[in-house]
């Protein structure tokens, strides 16, 4: 073979061999890297996505809990609870369950003893409660300390509620908690319910339950269609760490399951990974919990897997958002990014090999410098050009070399542009985690956050002995300054005292808005005699203060200390009365309980 053939048989296989390991290495090094990048896009997105769905299940149980303080209800109770508290427990058990017994054998909705229950005035009051959102109630009823039905929307399957599982963790042994009741298929209703149940409270003890039974789904596809365009084509999904889908587009609830690879994933914990599917083809997936539906201090969460009136029910399990998306989407981005590396990589080896064939001669030390230029792209130096003084072929052919080195470079700029569409997507991500928990008027922190801050440092009090006191601020009169100056002076009032409180309060206090015109304060660390001194403090400085010209304002304060037999609806409640106490003293001033 010929000097002339066989450099050219060399420069064309080391064209091509430079060209394919080069393109390879850099394709399994871009597959992770964006691998890596979806993983954590994703696990933002569900974590995004629980935080909503957390912030909908708050919304339900504030909702319920505020039906359930209607004074006219809860007269009703306690007229119901005096009714049926005359009679001893024998009696009073015989006449429940003959009550119950009743109440089962009549179908007839319209019957004047059903109707003495789905048509007295708080069963009215129920009803245009349902009308306000009429796709989201099934059902509402109340119930009497005795656990027997006083009203209710519709006609239920038993009059008496006293011995179900829902009714015993609402009432909490007298102490009264929220329930969501993960009731799965409610025939009753005839559809998939999430049932509220609320402590009717009156003076601080538990008189009666609140059952709400709601059609979610609908706010729960809102809030996954919200986010679609982000994690699109995949799939998010709600689930119980049973592995049973509650919510999945184009599916009927609770009609499928998790496969079992991703079983281990479930729980109380976000994680995410790549786990083989159910073809054996690689699934990114990204877990994050539902927080709201774990166990905790404000909420308790179950069901029951059958009764008499639901199907499918959960016991023992809490809620994920599951975010699939097919591995095959990173490959084929990566197919696409070989085959137009090696296209270019094989166009120029060939381009190469033409001119060297019919210039070996005359342009050998030029080849040499071509040579030692395509080395230099195959180790990864695409900042190299070289430069022929000819004009002829062989300086057409390095103008070429050069092009092609543009186009590489191009090439690895649209890993450039990945990471920063990535990164776009991180940004918008924690835009979305940050307006979760701030106040968008002052910049301090919301109700939600606080009620996360206060939830942990009950914790850790109790955990390890530590004081902490909480106050409760309003402003004294707010309403005359926003019907005198207008609302936008009202704002400006609320971010005044915002900066003047965050001025006067210690590093490690929690300042928070908890709305309207009122404010909280976490104090970690005092007990309630420090607190008042420096919630005078603050009256103090506010009183002093011009907020805006010509205007000052005062407010009243409410102060109180965890104990540590308090919960967390106890302590707020005691901190409010305090506030109210404060307000009723003659406002602008300070008091403790």
Known sequence: MSFRAKLISITTALGIIIVTILTFIMAGYNRKILIES?????????????????NYLEE???TTKTLATTPAIIECIKESNREFGLLDGADRNNRIRALDDKWISIDDRNHGFIQEYLSNP????????KEVIPDLYGEIFITNIYGALIASTEKLTTFYHGDKYWWLEGYNGGRGKVFFDDRGYDESVG????????????????????????RIFSLFSEVIENYSLLYEPGVAK????????????????LSTRIVDEFLPMLGKDAKHGIYKGENNEDVLVSISPIANTIESSQFSFGGDYSSIDHTMGNKGENWVVALKIPGEIIDNKIYGQTKQFLLIGFLAVLLVSLFTFFFIEKATNDIKKLVTLTEKIGQGDLNRYIKVGSKDEIGTLADSFNKMVDRLKETMASKAELKEEIGKRMKVEEKLKYLSTVDELTGLYNRRAFNDYLDKLIGYSKHYGEPLSIAIIDIDHFKKINDS?????????LVKLSEVLSENIRKVDILSRWGGEEFTILMPKI????AYKMAERLRKTIENTEFVKNINITISIGVTEFEYKDTFDGIIRRADRAQYKAKGNGRNNVQVL
Not at 122 to 129: F, G, N, P, S
Not at 527 to 530: G, L, N, S
């Open 191 to 214: 559809d998939f319910v999430l049932g509220v149940v609320v402590p009717v409270y009156d003076k601080g003890d538990v008189v009666g339950i609140l059952k709400s039974n709601m």
């Open 485 to 493: 100056y207008g609302h936008d002076i009202g704002d400006k009032v």
């Open 38 to 54: 979806t993983l954590e896009s994703n696990r933002n997105i569900a974590l995004a996505i629980s935080i909503n769905i957390d």
């Open 122 to 129: 708080v069963a009215e009051h129920l009803k245009r409660q």
């Open 527 to 530: 007990k309630a005699d420090e």
């Open 60 to 62: 339900l149980s504030r």
């Open 238 to 253: 709600i689930a119980r760490t049973d592995g049973v889908i509650i919510l999945e587009s184009d599916k009927e609830p």
